[in-house]
């Protein structure tokens, strides 16, 4: 009996800590399709039975958002590259290595010119 509750007590443990490894590694994206539709559509059955009209305005929101998300990451990629080109010695090894995501150099980006406090983002 001892055996089997220990036994269960490891499996419940080992799925804790595997899920918890997942949920690590996602992005952290603003928006989407199915995240802002599912609210659109709580919205539009709240507000007269629209679900479905909710839906499609909070999906058409939601990848907006996304849209606009992702070409400031583009832009601010452009901005890191700009600032800090490739060096044309290195071999192209040396060059794969070093790449970086957009997002990553956004980042780098905003960590090297960091905004006044009040101004707008």
Request: aromatic content about 4%; glycine content about 14%.
């Amino acid at each position: 009996m001892k055996k089997i509750q220990t036994r269960g007590m490891v499996m419940l443990l080992t799925a804790g800590l595997l899920s918890t490894g997942l949920a690590a590694g996602a992005h952290a994206e603003p928006g989407g399709c199915l995240k802002y539709g599912a609210v659109g559509a709580v919205g539009g059955h709240v507000a007269n039975h629209h679900a479905v009209l909710g839906a499609v305005g909070g999906c058409a929101a939601g990848m907006y958002t996304r849209h606009e998300y992702r070409k400031g990451l583009r832009e601010k990629a452009a901005l890191y590259d700009k600032e800090h080109p490739v060096d044309p010695h290195l071999s192209m090894m040396e060059r794969y290595r070093q790449r970086k995501t957009d997002e990553q150099k956004a980042t780098l980006w905003d960590a090297e010119h960091p905004q006044a406090p009040g101004a707008p983002h």
